[in-house]
């Protein structure tokens, strides 16, 4: 596993993108995006993937996006990313339903931002 993530760092673009300061969220924004997917090659019953992927594994990512928006110190516009990237994987395939989950991912990253200041 360990080299594996090596030799991706080592692909020239990977290394040249891997430069800017916001390449996190793109990655992180990515693998929220194309899970579902995976979920569904592996079979993964529906009630499974709602619950596991969408609600934990996908908020969880939000918090951490909100929360590396902060520590990264950037615009708080890179806060739509992941939702924006979300919904359109999520649009030719699955229900649209699931498309709220956007609105959800939106309000965990915003919970994000505010870090350890929510009930304040």
Avoid: D
């Amino acid at each position: 596993m360990k080299n594996g993530g090596k030799k991706t760092q080592e692909i020239p673009i990977v290394k040249k993108m891997s430069k800017y300061v916001w390449m996190p969220l793109i990655w992180w924004s990515i693998l929220a995006a194309v899970l579902p997917y995976i979920f569904s090659l592996c079979r993964i019953p529906i009630a499974w993937r709602l619950g596991l992927l969408f609600f934990v594994i996908n908020c969880a990512i939000a918090y951490h996006l909100g929360c590396l928006i902060v520590r990264l110190k950037l615009n708080y516009g890179w806060i739509l990313l992941m939702p924006i990237l979300f919904c359109l994987a999520i649009l030719p395939h699955f229900a649209l339903y699931n498309l709220m989950f956007g609105l959800i991912y939106l309000i965990i990253e915003v919970f994000g931002l505010m870090n350890k200041n929510i009930y304040r």
